[in-house]
């Protein structure tokens, strides 16, 4: 990733960047790694790399701000250089990784070895979410100002959160001291006990074990009630109810630093998709009803979810071949999320592009203290240049993995070109070394 | 016209026509068991594969029988000791016995749909025997049959069946059956047990209730299901004594239903816990018949899955 790369003027595309909103047709020059300048007709100096964006929009660097990478300790299911080859191929200049690895990132050397892989394989850049837990145990707090200064950008416990409310409180807290947001997956263990899918009818008839909704939201509700009491950053991440959404909706009236995201999968697809013991569509939170899905829509759509994550989770097709109870929960996104964003809100709910555009941009970038999320003149230059209008069909991955639920779905939208500090990384569905 | 499905995998995907179908091709194979010799050569040369990934006597002993009387070959892999221990994937399993060019797969697993995934992946004809929660279709066409013998129809009987639904793949291939032939479930148990769902998920010919009393009035067969002793331990009733004193079908309870109403068990049964012995022992059960039929249905399936003609 390191920057070796010449100027660059993206030549006449539709710039949309939410932060300063410009909604426009314009160039962009990028020069050694920085945005050097936004304007009509600028004439590139000889030399210049011209890429030609009429008909295209020009937007920041896409950011995810939930995936797993997988390294260290799962590299069949994906490494660090597959994993943002992906990401590259999806239109992301960034992506914040989870600790849910083996072992998990809990300290400062986990923290520096995913930096170090980042910078000597990744397409992207790698933000670290350093766990709250040692071992993600919900025991002890982690070296949590250690590890900030490493280079952590956010914590969570994801997949295995917090259960014990006093030591989460202290967690909020402590991570406050150094302005360090908590990430949190909301899940009541006891409730969700050996789940597979929304509890329901559709359960009821398959003989699986159900999610009951209330798993998810009695946590949100406790998380803003800790919330409450501690004023520090909370993000909850990929949501999936209906109360969910209500229950942020109301938090953020009453002023609480609380951001939300989901994901695209709970705005496209219902649990109806698990019919026949359909592993891909088999994830945690497990897909709800159509209520549920019009909800998070709605919730897009008013600006309750600040942010879009793919919870991009790698499994092997070995795995994801086994029986629903026993096939790991997770689905790819990478790939699939500028696509399923354009063609399910912007195209189908009526999402403006900004507000879209923002969801993966500004608003992660804020969530977490990402630089970029925004072109600024004299910020870093990563951008994505997305071709609205381009029809295609999920069919092959560059991610090492293949389950996603969305393979055989045509898709409008898609990212064209990745620039990552000023250097191409991915152009017209090609990785570039 | 042959019978169109490749497997057998839950009565949710058999029509009203289908499950009559199956009922009718029992009849004359249970004709046979008065015989001298019990065997027709209808699947000579076909190989039963029998994969059992849970314990279970009553249903293999039938399966075995069924495919003995019909002349094919019966083998039961012990998978306590085979590849499963190993960590061999059932896919991988059912592959390996593919190769082998087995005709049959009957299969019992704890875990939902996996005869739906064995189905996916093999050519051979799959027989659910017991999946998880899921479904057990052959029990259900076996009560069916058994009902049919006792009350001549099936069209208007009222059916309590009591215990524990939620966890119960009898009850869910139950439901499907008898909803789809036109009598009316009543699901009874404690709340814990019997989940609100199972009526919106089953449809209008479906209640609910937590009163065996209101469970069994004008009722023309009480199913009493078996109890998963070990059930107590995830907080689902407070004790083996309160579960018999509020649910076991004893004779004081039983007095609630019609006079004629006859008492069915999947097997094997808690005597003392779901059902008290003078009423499984008594003039009402018909739950050995059940066993008896279970092997005539058995076949019946095996045949028309092999494409028998009627």
Known sequence: MANGAGPLL?????????????DEIADVLLVDGRISEIGRSLRPATGV???????????????DMHVHLREPGQEEKETIATGTAAAAMGGFTAVACMPNTVPALD??????FVLMKARSEGHVRVYPVGAITKGQEGKELTEIGAMFR?????????????????LFRRALEYAHTFNIPVIDHCEDAELFKNGVMNEGDLSSRLGLKGIPRQAEYIVVARNIALCELTHARLHLTHLSTSESVALVRDAKKRGLPITADTCPHYFTLTEDA?????????????????????????GLLDGTMDTIASDHAPHTFAQKSREFSVAPFGIIGLETTVGLLFTEMIQKHGMSVMAAIRTLTEAPAQALNLPGGHLTVG???????IDPKERWEVKTFTSKSRNSPFVGRTLTGKAVLTVVDGKVVMRDGKLLD | MPFKHKDLLGIEGLSPEDIERILHTAAPFKTLFTRSIKKVPTLRGKTVALLFYEPSTRTRTSFELAAARLSADAMSLNVDSSSIKKGESLVDTALNLEAMKVDFMVVRHSVSGAPELLAKSVQAHVINAGDGNHEHPTQALLDLFTMREKKKKIQGLNVAIIG??????????NIWALTKMGANVRLCGPATLVPQEMRSAFGKSVSVTYQVKEALDGADVAYVLRLQTERQLDHLFPSLREYHEFYGLDARKLAWAKKDCIVMHPGPMNRGVEIASPVADGPQSVILDQVTNGIAVRMAVMYLLAGGKV
């Open chain 1, 10 to 22: 993206i030549r006449g595309g539709h710039v949309v960047d939410p932060r300063n909103k410009r």
């Open chain 1, 274 to 298: 698990v019919a026949g013991y359909n592993t891909l569509a088999k994830m945690n939170p497990p897909l709800r009803r159509e209520e549920d899905r019009q909800a998070l829509i709605a």
């Open chain 2, 164 to 173: 524990d639904i939620l966890h119960s793949r009898v009850a869910r291939s």
């Open chain 1, 379 to 385: 910020s870093i230059a990563d951008v994505t240049v």
């Open chain 1, 107 to 112: 300290n400062v050397s986990q923290i520096q």
């Open chain 1, 150 to 166: 490493a280079g952590c950008v956010a914590l969570s416990d994801d997949g295995l959160p917090v259960a014990n409310s006093n």
């Open chain 1, 49 to 63: 790399e011209v890429y030609e964006a009429a008909g295209k929009l020009v937007t920041p660097g896409l950011i």
